[in-house]
């Protein structure tokens, strides 16, 4: 059973066109006689701030969110992760990035659409009281991270990580926040995946 998801959407008119495309294939395949699902998910890719701040709006036209952290950290940030001399600026953990997330998990819990997220955000294990804590149930990662990832969530407590979530969004820099997670479960991921010092590679 496959999906449908709408990238780079930024305003509920773009969604209703793009619905109107899918309905438009739709009608064609039923012209042909063309067995389908009529019954397709769809969902938007939420990666530019506009659709962070409309999701309640998006809500009422999609049965799923996933969170494109690449993209959305970079134009939330105006930071480009290609150029050098901004690149050490990008950061997850910017407390505006995280009552994002926040925003849209209680958006998401409220109407009922499903929530993911991809990205390199949803790939590194550090990360994973955050998210657990959030609400997050289905995350993307390639393939290499898998292991470590799938290991750390079975070492969290989901109840413990929704109160550390709670702390982490009363935090006011990235700094902070990562010391804030280094100290609180940095045991378990050096302990469980040998961290190198320089935390360069997982």
């Given at each position: 059973?496959?999906?449908?998801?709408?990238?780079?959407?930024?305003?509920?008119?773009?969604?209703?066109?793009?619905?109107?495309?899918l309905a438009q294939c739709a009608a064609a395949l039923e012209k042909e006689g063309v067995p389908f699902n009529r019954e397709i998910e769809t969902g938007i890719m939420i990666e530019v701030p506009s659709a962070v701040v409309i999701a309640d709006i998006l809500a009422r036209e999609v049965d799923f969110f996933s969170i494109g952290t690449n993209d959305l950290i970079q134009y939330t940030l105006a930071i480009d992760r290609g150029n050098r001399e901004v690149a050490h600026l990008?950061?997850?953990?910017?407390?505006?990035?995280?009552?994002?997330?926040?925003h849209l998990a209680k958006v998401a819990a409220k109407t009922g659409v499903k929530l993911f997220m991809c990205g390199e955000m949803a790939g590194d294990p550090m990360?994973?009281?955050?998210?657990?804590?959030?609400?997050?149930k289905e995350l993307s990662v390639n393939p290499r991270s898998m292991p470590v990832?799938?290991?750390m969530i079975r070492s969290l407590s989901r109840e413990e990580a929704c109160g550390f979530f709670?702390?982490?969004l009363e935090v006011t820099s990235?700094?902070?926040i990562s010391r804030l997670i280094q100290d609180s479960y940095g045991g378990i991921v050096s302990q469980k995946f040998q961290?190198?010092?320089?935390?360069?590679?997982?």
């Open positions: 059973n496959v999906r449908v998801m709408f990238p780079m959407i930024a305003s509920l008119a773009e969604v209703k066109e793009a619905k109107r495309l990008y950061s997850p953990l910017h407390p505006a990035i995280l009552r994002m997330l926040d990360n994973m009281p955050i998210l657990l804590g959030m609400g997050l990832v799938k290991s709670r702390k982490v990235s700094a902070e961290v190198p010092a320089d935390g360069s590679d997982w």
